[in-house]
C-alpha cells in the first residue's frame, strides 16, 4: 500500500479506486511500524470508500485494528448524503474516561495503598458479568437511559458540578429509551455502577509532573495531589445496542457496496440511522449514569478511610471515546454540521467552542489519555490545531500492539502482579488473566503517543499522573 509522508508526523494514504477521500494517519515512524503489523491501513482506506464521507479517513496515534473502522479512527459524514455506522462507534458505546481531583496528597494513600485497594475492589463490581448492587427497575432504567448521569444527580447521587463538568454535561439529549431492545434492557439493568473487564479500571494516581502550570492552576491542579481516574462504558447494554442495529442494517441494507461487511451502516436521516443514534445516545447515557454512580461510591470509600482528613472529591472532565456526533466543523472553508464518528478517539475542541462546559471555555476542552496498567496517564487541553486537522479529535489511549490471546500466551498475571507492586502499585484484580490480558507490554508506549499529539499540536500536554492504586475487573 502506498503510504506518502505530508510532514512530520503526518502520512497519507493517497485517493484511489473506490475511495472518496484520501487516509490520513498521524504517527511518529516508530508508532508508524507498530500500525503498519495488523490491518489498521487497510481499514482506513476502507472507511475512505464510505459515502459522503468529508475530507479524510483519519488514523490517530493509538490507532489499531478494530471492528469495520480501526480504533483510533475518526471519519466525519455529510449529513445528507453521509451514513453511521455502529463499526465507527464501537460496541462498547461510550466507552470513557472520568478524571476526578482529590483534596488528598500522594503520602495520605501511601500508608494506606492495600486498604484502598480492597475497599474499591469490594464496592464496585468489575468483571465480566458481575452484578450491581444497585438495584433500579425497568422504568427508572428508562428514565437513566434518557437522563444520564443528570438523572442520578436528581436522586441524590452527586452534585449539579459534576455534570457540568462532563462531555455534554453527563447527558445526549437526543437519547430514546423506546429504541433500546428488550434484550439490551435486561443485559444493564443489573450493571449500573459497574466496570466491567478487559481494559477498563479505576485508578488512584497522584500527579506526578505538570508541563504548563498557567492551565494546571485553573484545573485546581498540583504536583503530589491524589487523582482517581475511572475508565469503562455502557457495559452489555451497549454492546447489545450495536449488536441489535448492525443486524437490522444488514437485513435492510446488505453489503454489496462494501468493502468489509463490518462497515454496514445505514444513511444518516433514514429513518434506521435515525433509531440507532437515538438508541446509541441512550448508551451513551447509560455510560454517563455508570460513572456517576462509582463515583458516588468512591466518594462513600474515601469518607470512611479518610475520615479525619475529610477528603473533597470533584469531577475535573468526563470525556467520551467510542460515539458519533453531530458538530459544526469547517469543510472546504465553510462552517457546515457533520455526523462524526469518534472509535478510540476523544474530542479535542480548544478555547471557545459552546460545547465545552462554561468553566473551562477560556481554556479548551480537558483531554484524558490513560496509560496501559501500571504506566502514566496524562491530562491534556484541546486545541484550535485538532479542529483544523483532525475534526477535533485527539487519541483516547496508548492502543494496543498485541492481542489478548497473543498476551495470555506470553505472560503470567502472577508475574505481572510482581512487577507492579515492586513500582510500589497496589493491584487488585479479579483474575490472573485480567492482568496478563492488559499486562503494559501489550500496549504502545504512552509517553510517545502523547509526544506526537502534543507536538503535533492536536492536544497540549498539562499534567502526567503516576498509578498508585489499581482496580482491574
Known amino acids: 500500500m502506498e503510504l506518502k509522508k505530508i510532514s512530520k508526523n503526518v502520512y497519507e494514504i493517497p485517493k484511489e479506486g473506490n475511495m472518496n477521500v484520501p487516509g490520513r494517519i498521524f504517527a511518529s515512524e516508530a508508532i508508524l511500524e507498530n500500525i503498519k503489523k495488523d490491518k489498521t491501513l487497510e481499514q482506513v482506506k476502507n472507511v475512505a470508500t464510505l459515502p459522503g464521507i468529508l475530507k479524510f479517513s483519519i488514523a490517530l496515534p493509538d ?29 462498547d458505546i461510550n466507552c470513557s474516561v472520568r478524571l476526578l481531583k482529590t483534596t488528598l496528597k500522594k503520602e495520605d494513600i501511601l500508608n494506606k ?5 480492597e475497599a474499591l475492589y469490594n464496592k464496585i463490581p468489575s468483571g465480566v458479568g458481575r452484578g450491581s448492587k444497585f438495584n433500579i427497575t425497568r422504568q427508572e432504567l428508562n428514565k437513566l437511559l434518557e437522563g444520564g448521569a443528570q438523572y442520578l444527580v436528581e436522586r441524590g447521587m452527586g ?9 455534554e454535561e453527563g447527558k445526549m439529549k437526543d437519547a430514546d429509551a423506546s429504541k433500546v431492545s428488550d434484550r439490551a434492557i435486561k443485559r444493564g439493568i443489573g450493571q449500573v455502577g459497574t466496570l466491567g473487564a478487559g481494559n477498563h479500571f479505576l485508578e488512584v494516581q497522584y500527579v506526578d509532573e505538570i508541563f504548563d502550570e498557567k492551565i494546571a492552576e485553573e484545573l485546581g491542579i498540583k504536583k503530589n495531589q491524589v487523582m482517581i481516574m475511572i475508565h469503562c462504558g455502557s457495559r452489555g447494554l451497549g454492546h447489545q445496542v450495536a449488536s441489535d442495529y448492525i443486524q437490522a442494517m444488514e437485513e435492510e441494507y446488505g453489503f454489496k457496496d462494501l468493502p468489509d461487511r463490518e462497515l454496514i451502516n445505514a444513511p444518516i436521516k433514514s429513518k434506521l440511522g435515525k433509531d440507532y443514534y437515538a438508541a446509541m445516545s441512550a448508551a451513551a447515557n447509560f455510560a454517563f449514569a455508570n460513572k456517576q454512580l462509582i463515583t458516588y461510591w468512591i466518594r462513600e470509600e474515601f469518607e470512611k478511610l479518610f475520615s479525619e482528613l475529610k477528603p473533597r472529591i470533584d469531577v475535573i472532565y468526563d470525556v467520551c471515546h467510542n460515539i458519533a456526533k453531530f458538530e459544526e466543523h469547517v469543510v472546504d472553508g465553510k462552517k457546515k454540521m457533520v455526523c462524526i464518528h469518534r472509535k478510540g478517539a476523544t474530542r479535542a475542541f480548544g478555547a471557545g467552542r459552546k460545547e465545552i462546559p462554561v468553566a473551562y471555555r477560556k481554556i479548551g476542552q480537558p483531554v484524558l489519555i490513560p496509560g496501559s496498567m501500571g504506566t502514566s496517564s496524562y491530562l491534556l487541553i484541546g486545541t484550535k490545531k485538532a479542529e ?9 489511549g496508548a492502543g494496543r500492539i498485541s492481542s489478548r490471546s497473543e498476551a495470555l500466551r506470553n505472560l503470567k498475571g502472577e508475574e505481572i502482579k510482581k512487577q507492579l507492586n515492586k513500582k510500589g502499585i497496589e493491584v487488585k484484580a479479579g483474575s490472573w488473566q485480567s492482568l496478563a490480558e492488559e499486562a503494559p507490554t501489550v500496549y504502545k508506549d504512552i509517553d510517545e503517543v502523547v509526544r506526537v499529539v502534543d507536538e503535533l499540536g492536536i492536544s497540549k500536554k498539562v499534567a502526567r499522573m503516576k498509578p498508585m492504586v489499581v482496580v482491574k475487573g
Open 63 to 91: 490507532s489499531h485494528q478494530g471492528y469495520g473502522f480501526p480504533i483510533g479512527g475518526v471519519a466525519a459524514f455529510d449529513l445528507d448524503k453521509g451514513v453511521i455506522s455502529p463499526g465507527g462507534v464501537g460496541y
Open 113 to 117: 495503598q492495600k486498604e484502598v485497594a
Open 159 to 167: 452534585t449539579k458540578e459534576d455534570y457540568l463538568h462532563m462531555e
Open 388 to 396: 483544523e486537522m483532525t475534526f477535533g479529535s485527539t487519541v483516547h
